[in-house]
């Protein structure tokens, strides 16, 4: 229901417990969007590592206070991989 685009959710349930998700619309990965790189970048910042498919990717980490980096730095992340 939600169309084209990117969508990267981050939850934490402890201070040391951090999951991330990216999914990939295919029009996006047309434009050259891949969650498993989008994912695997963004990772670092939660202490963490991950990656998966160019629609799918997940990731975790141990550093919750990181979160707000990832959501800060993800428009430009994204940005540097679409054509």
């Known amino acids: 229901k939600l169309g084209e685009g990117v969508i990267i959710l981050a939850s934490s349930t402890a ?7 990216a999914m990939v619309s295919q029009e996006a990965i047309n ?3 891949h ?3 989008l994912i695997k970048e963004l990772a ?3 202490g963490g590592g991950g990656g998966g498919r160019p ?6 980490g141990k550093n919750a206070a990181g979160i707000a980096d990832v959501i800060a730095k993800a428009k430009d992340v ?3 991989q679409l054509k």
């Open 15 to 21: 201070p040391d417990k951090v999951s991330l998700v």
């Open 31 to 33: 434009r050259g969007a």
């Open 35 to 37: 969650a498993g790189n």
């Open 44 to 46: 670092v910042l939660v």
């Open 55 to 60: 629609n799918m990717a997940q990731a975790g």
């Open 78 to 80: 994204l940005s540097k």
